[in-house]
């Protein structure tokens, strides 16, 4: 790691170069061949995938995405009246012309078309069929119905549009959300450093790893299946761990500085040390990301690459870029006090052990260490770890308890913001035509015998006496055809759990008995059901993920602190930040406490998909803490062989920067809650809570406290385990020390006063 910082280092000007020219080189790339982005959520062994995939070979028209333009009249006008009718009529047939569009159906071309008035004839609609899919439809497309469609509007006319097509088109992801994540964070960092220099490193490095990686990630969209939705929740994680990966190499560095090194030397020594636990760190968060892939779903994968590339682009350049401004800045990454300070002692005594006699230093309990307020907490956990290992469990109990009632699905577009075009059509047709009517299901019958007609129509009749279907309707088939789609419209709206009850109803009661003695053969598809049978996979597959991700987490931190118990306690730390991280999610997105106000709609369910990428994003997360609050514990366990004293020292010592990463994480995080995307504010929330418990209450309280009560069997591993397991360093070389010679590079030579010397702040 030091060959590479003092390359950058010396060629600190092309380095720079060269991360200038890749974010334009991206993005001229982006620019010209664009992204292609897929929010396809199908699981290829399901039913309503078959169905899906039968449908697109047979009717390739009704593959297509199918949106809606809905208009509800005000002052007692109707939608039938003549002025009404033609303004609508007008738009309806410029958009059947538009580029794109198989297709309108208008509720003013007959009997049929009738059933899409509502019974007061105050709303009524009209479905357009797109020619493809709704992420293979180009943007300007549907910009351009969107456009037709809302220029019909007038005073007592009303006009919305729905569907995922245009749900696509008409999302705004908040810029501001980065805004102030970034901004926050600087403000965090300004008081932790004191010093612009040092606070605008990291934010720089973090935003170059995001811009790379959310660039990189629209080229590989061209290859991969990856979600819209991938970049937002790229550029989430990615501006968290970035900052705070370059935050770590900061405050490592500048203690390099203030122990005497010059900059070139306290930069290698920082990515030798700190810059190892990065990699180390990042490489967790990549694997555990990547471990999606066990799942076998390509909407997960796709997320997964996203979020992989521009976490490993923030390492890049934390490890690259980071040390090149760091040249540049020089001494200036110190506050004027530390500089100050600096020069003093460089003009005095050479060997920089000042106030070594001072109360203030005996009252830490370690040479060289100042009494602050991290390591006067410290000493309050060593002296009482019971009753706060007590009070930190209670209270991530109690924000966990709701987790127990967590049900997943899928949010529609009732969940949108009210403000949006999808809502408000979305509620136009919820007053109009009923809740059910959002979210149709779509039945595709296989009709291959001459008899399977009058079996279909048997099923029709059937499916409309079940209590919780509010109609039934059978599209018209074309000679020789030997597909049918029958739409059923359920009572309860989409994401209601009385709906997922209804497709198993339909599923496991109704069809069945139907197709008796029939070559009939029906499946239950349509936007709905494809979510639901999501749903269920992801939960069945969820509990094999865990366990995985729990495997790779003991293994890694028994290879780091050759230890039993170590990995141990950190297994069950990750168990409590996902239970909080859930425990949030539910009361606040399920149980509906304030998600309106966060511009995430009304109480529904949690999406299906958030559980595997928070434990994946979390599982890293918390490692990252886990492991820099214990290597500086087993540092000064290889020492002093004093476990009390290990554990005071390094809760102590890296209480200030634990916290300011996690605060910072927080802030990010929890900008994302107004996003105007539910699914991105489910991530901010789960994250910003979920890090910020775990720092507070685990790695400032619990663990520590656990580590005083269990004593030396902490750092007990049997000797047969320990010569099988391989030997892995993560943060490299101790702390810097002051002056020249053997004292500086090795410790180890004179204990006593290297550690001395290397506590200086």
């Not at 009303?158 to 992801?173: M, N, P, T, Y």
């Not at 109480?603 to 958030?610: C, I, L, N, R, S």
């Not at 290597?631 to 554990?647: A, G, I, L, P, Q």
Request: hydrophobic residues 50%; charged residues 15%.
């Amino acid at each position: 790691m030091s060959v590479i910082a003092r390359w950058c280092h010396k060629r600190r000007l092309v380095t720079v170069l060269v991360w200038l020219a890749l974010i334009i080189g991206l993005g001229a790339l982006t620019g010209s061949a664009g992204t292609k982005y897929n929010d396809t959520m199908s699981i290829p062994a399901s039913e309503s995938s078959q169905a899906m995939d039968l449908l697109k070979q047979a009717m390739p028209a009704s593959a297509g995405d199918t949106d809606q333009v809905v208009w509800h009249t005000s002052g007692g006008a109707k939608v039938t009246d003549a002025d009404i009718q033609k303004r609508m009529t007008d738009a309806l047939n410029q958009i059947a012309t538009s580029p794109g569009v198989a297709g309108v159906t208008s509720p003013y071309s007959g009997p049929r078309g009738a059933t899409q008035i509502s019974k007061d004839q105050t709303t009524a609609y009209a479905t357009v069929n797109f020619a493809q899919e709704a992420h293979d439809i180009p943007n300007a497309q549907i910009t351009h119905v969107i456009d037709v469609a809302q220029g019909a509007r007038a005073g007592n006319l009303q006009v919305e549009l729905g569907g995922q097509a245009i749900s696509q088109a008409d999302r705004k992801v908040g810029g501001a959300a980065d805004l102030i994540g970034v901004v926050a964070a600087l403000i965090v960092l300004g008081l932790v450093f004191r010093a612009f220099g040092a606070a605008v490193m990291p934010i720089l490095t973090g935003v170059a790893g995001v811009i790379t990686g959310i660039m990189g990630t629209g080229q590989l969209s061209h290859l991969f299946s990856i979600s819209s939705t991938a970049p937002t929740l790229a550029t989430l994680v990615g501006l968290g761990v970035g900052i705070d990966y370059a935050l770590f190499i900061v405050n490592r560095h500048r203690k390099g500085l203030m122990s005497g090194l010059s900059v070139e030397d306290s930069v290698a020594k920082a990515l030798n040390t700190s810059g190892r636990a990065v990699i180390f760190a990042g490489g967790t968060v990549v694997i555990a990301l990547l471990g999606m892939f066990a799942l076998g779903l390509s909407f997960l994968n796709g997320m997964a690459i996203g979020a992989a590339v521009t976490v490993s682009m923030t390492v890049l350049a934390a490890i690259t870029l980071l040390p090149a401004m760091l040249g540049f800045l020089k001494l200036r990454v110190l506050s004027k006090k530390q500089r100050r300070e600096l020069a003093a002692r460089q003009a005095g005594v050479g060997v920089l052990v000042p106030y070594q006699h001072s109360s203030r230093r005996r009252a830490s309990g370690v040479p060289g260490q100042p009494e602050t307020v991290f390591t006067r907490w410290a000493a309050k956990v060593q002296a009482r770890p019971l009753g706060k290992a007590v009070l930190a469990i209670a209270v991530m109990a109690v924000v966990a308890v709701p987790f127990f009632s967590i049900r997943l699905g899928n949010s529609d577009a009732g969940n949108d913001p009210k403000s949006t075009t999808t809502r408000q059509a979305y509620d136009l047709l919820a007053d109009g035509f009923g809740k059910g009517f959002n979210g149709p299901l779509t039945l595709v019958a296989q009709t291959p015998g001459a008899g399977d007609q009058q079996a279909l129509s048997k099923l029709v009749d059937r499916i409309k006496t079940v209590p919780d279907v509010a109609a039934v309707a059978a599209r018209p088939t074309q000679p020789g055809q030997t597909l049918a789609v029958v739409q059923v419209v359920p009572v309860s709206s989409p994401q209601d759990k009385a709906t997922t009850d209804l497709i198993d109803t339909l599923r496991h009661d109704v069809i069945p008995p139907a197709e008796a003695g029939t070559t009939l053969h029906v499946m239950v598809s349509g936007p709905t059901a494809i979510s639901n049978d999501f749903s269920h996979t992801l939960t069945s597959k969820l509990p094999l993920f865990v366990a995985i991700i729990v495997g790779l987490g003991c293994v890694l931190m028994m290879l780091a602190f050759r230890s039993l118990l170590v990995p141990l306690i950190g297994v069950a730390m990750n168990l409590l930040t996902m239970g909080v991280a859930f425990g949030s999610l539910v009361a606040v997105f399920q149980w509906g406490w304030g998600s309106e106000a966060l511009g995430a709609g009304g109480a529904g369910p949690v999406e299906a998909f958030v559980p595997v990428i928070v434990i994946s994003i979390l599982f890293g997360l918390s490692m990252d803490y886990q492991v820099f609050l214990i290597s500086r514990m087993h540092e000064e366990w290889s020492h002093s062989k004093d476990n009390s004293r290990s554990v005071r020292v390094g809760h102590g010592e890296t209480g200030q920067v634990i916290v300011a990463a996690g605060i910072i994480m927080t802030c990010v995080f929890g900008a994302f809650l107004f996003n105007g995307q539910r699914v991105i504010a489910e991530f901010g929330m789960a994250l910003a809570v979920a890090i910020l418990l775990d720092v507070l209450m685990l790695r400032l309280v619990l663990v520590p406290a656990l580590m005083h009560r269990f004593g030396r069997a902490n750092w007990w591993l049997p000797k047969w385990l320990d010569k099988v397991l391989p030997h892995m360093s993560v943060e490299g070389e101790p702390d810097p020390v002051a002056g020249s010679g053997p004292a500086a590079d090795g410790p180890h030579d004179e204990p006593e006063l290297a550690y001395a010397n290397q506590r200086i702040q």
